[in-house]
C-alpha cells in the first residue's frame, strides 16, 4: 500500500490504540485492525500515515466522500452561526430543510431525527398511529408485515423483528405487532397482509443480507397489494437511498413510489448523523406536540449539511456517477461470478454483495487479506463481502481496488 507521513497528532501506534479500545469500550463491533486517522474522498490514511481505498464509505454514510468540501464548508458556516436550539424554538434553517427535502421525496412532510433506527422507530409509531386513528384498527391490534434478513436497527422494538440471531439473542421479551415473512416472496406477503396490517416495511435492496436485489416486479406488487387494502408501504432506503443505486432512491428503478421514506445515513453527508422519515400530510399529520421527539433532530447544524446533501443530489451529478461507474464494477465483478473461488455477485449501482467460496475463506478473512493490500471492505453473513465505495471515487481507483481483490482470490483481469 501506498506511504505517506502520518497525519495524527498523537504519537500512539495502532496496536497501543486498538489495545486501548478493546481494554474501555463495549465489544459491540469487531473492526478491522486499522485505526483511522485522516481522509480524503476515498481515501483514509491510519495513524502510521498507511493509506488505504475506502470501499464501504461508511455503510453508504459517506456516499459523497470523506470532506467533501461543500458539505465541509456548510458544517464550518453554520458551526460559527448555531448548532442547537432544541426543538422547544425554531431556528432559521428547519423550514428550508423540510421542504427541501419532502420536494426531492414528492412528499409533503418531513419527521426529522438522528439515526437510522430512531427513524425506523419514528415509522413505526407512525404507522400504528395512523392505523388506529386513520384506517379504523382496533387499539393495540396494528400489525407491521416485515421481510425476513431484514436490517432496520438494532434497538429492542426493531431486532424483535429481526431474523438474525446475532443480533435478536439475549434482548428479549420482544415487541409484538410483527409479521415475517420470505423476502421477495409475493405470495407470502399477499397472505400476511390483512385488515389490521397498518404497513408493510421493506427494504428496496437489503444491505446487510448481502446486497440482496428483489426479484423484479416484487416491489411494484407490493406497492399494488398495500394500496389496494389500505395499508401503509414503507420504505427503508437508508443504505440504498441517495445516490448510492444510480437513483435518488432504489425504488425509482421499478418507478416504485411509497407511502413514506425512511432516510439516513448519507443525508448526514459523514459529518453529522441525520435521519428523516418523509411522508404526505395524512400520515405524518397524525402527530400532536408532545407524541414524538429528539432534542438534536432537525438541529441547525443537522439541517445545514442535510440541505447541502439535497442540493447536491438535485443536480443528478452523483446518481450519474454512481449509474456509469456501477455498470464498470458489476461488469467486473460478473467476470470473476462462477468462476473459482466468487460463487456470485449482486447488486445495483456502486453497491455490491461478493459471495466467496467458503473453502477459499470467510469474508472476515477476505477483508482483512484486501486490508493488507490497502483496501477497506467489509464482511457480512459468512463469507460475503459488500462493496460500496464513495459516489466520488475515480474509475482507476476503483479498478485499483478490483486488482486487489483478483489478487486476494488469486484470479486474473
Known sequence: MAKASPSSSSSSSSSELITASDTYSAHNYHPLPVVVASADGAWVTDVEGNRYLDMLAGYSALNFGHGNRRLVDAAKAQLDRLTLTSRAFHHDRFAAFCSSLAELCGMEMVLPMNTGAEAVETA???ARKWGYQVKGVPDGQAKIVVAENNFHGRTTTIVSFSTDEEARASFGPYTPGFEIVPYGDLA????????????VLLEPIQGEAGVLVPPPGYLPAVRELTRSRNTLFILDEIQSGLGRTGATFACEHEDVVPDMYVLGKALGGGIVPVSAVVSS?????????GEHGSTFGGNP?????AQEVVDMLRSGEYQQRATELGEHLHRELGVL???GPVRAVRGRGLWAGVDIDPARGTGRQISEQLME???????????TIRIAPPLVISKEDLDWGLNQLRAVLGTTA
Open 124 to 126: 413505526v409509531k407512525t
Open 301 to 305: 447544524l443537522a439541517c445545514a449539511v
Open 188 to 199: 407470502a406477503m399477499e397472505a400476511a397482509v390483512d385488515e389490521n396490517t397498518v404497513a
Open 373 to 383: 493490500r490497502g483496501v477497506l471492505v467489509k464482511d457480512t453473513h459468512g463469507s
Open 281 to 289: 400530510r395524512a400520515v405524518l399529520g397524525v402527530f400532536k406536540p
Open 337 to 339: 461470478a462462477g468462476e
